[in-house]
């Protein structure tokens, strides 16, 4: 469980309030108790300031939600991979939706992140911003159309046609690249037809994050997995 494997779910916590303090650790523990019930690889991306404990506490891999390109020094207020990685955490988000980078810092970016033996899931707008930072060799790429992130409908259904055409625009460049596909994922339909479209995984929040269940939710979004 402590690698990661496909089919993938990420969870990004993203600053919600209700993963303030504790509520990031437990909701850490959750998808670690589904993971390791079910099989399923599942990635927690906590906040940042909650990064060192989630990933001391739990057995599934953890993920930042950002991190900087800077070299470990005089760097005040940055975040290098480094310290990511001396947190326990395996990788990290980068150009998520809420925090886009230009090209030449998301090519930073991965750099320091395999200098640091980071892994990096690079967030794209659209099929063609995706085969566009496939170029640079990340881990993954999540494909998130930004009108629908934090909706009700999923990408799967309202714009099946992104998923296809990010993941021919990414095989493009390199095949062995697996595409995630995120924004309004809600329910184990809507992962399988992500996996019927071509993805190996989601990367979700609201559906999980705000859910009034949240072990109930990450139960239902495996269940045809
Ligand atoms: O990082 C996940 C994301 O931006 C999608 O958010 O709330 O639509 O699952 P959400």
């Given at each position: 469980m402590s690698e990661i494997g496909f089919p993938l779910i990420i969870v990004n916590f993203k600053?919600?309030?209700?993963?303030?303090g504790e509520g990031a650790l437990s909701l850490a523990r959750t998808c670690a108790a589904v993971a390791e019930a079910s099989g399923v690889s599942i990635v927690a991306c906590p906040p940042m300031v909650e990064l060192g404990r989630v990933a001391s506490s739990v057995k599934i891999p953890v993920m930042a939600q950002h991190v900087d390109y800077r070299t470990p020094g005089?760097?005040?207020?940055w975040t290098t991979a480094e310290m990511v990685r001396r947190t326990g955490a395996v990788g990290t988000l980068v150009n998520h939706s809420e925090h886009r980078l230009n090209l030449d810092d998301i090519r930073a970016v991965i750099s320091a992140c395999k200098r640091a033996d980071l892994k990096t899931c690079v967030c794209a707008d659209s099929a063609l911003t995706s085969g566009e930072v496939a170029l640079f060799a990340p881990d993954m790429v999540a494909v998130e159309p930004p009108e629908l992130i934090?909706?009700?409908?999923?990408v799967t259904n309202a714009k099946p046609e992104v998923v296809v055409e990010a993941v021919r625009t990414v095989h493009q460049v390199e095949p062995s690249i697996p595409v995630l596909c995120g924004a309004g994922i809600k329910n184990g339909h809507d992962v399988k037809r992500a996996i019927e479209l071509g993805a190996k995984g989601v990367l979700l929040a609201s559906g999980v994050?705000?859910?009034?269940?949240q072990r109930q939710a990450l139960s239902d979004l495996i269940r045809f997995i």
């Open positions: 600053a919600y309030p209700e993963v303030e005089s760097a005040t207020g934090g909706g009700d409908v999923s994050v705000k859910a009034k269940d």
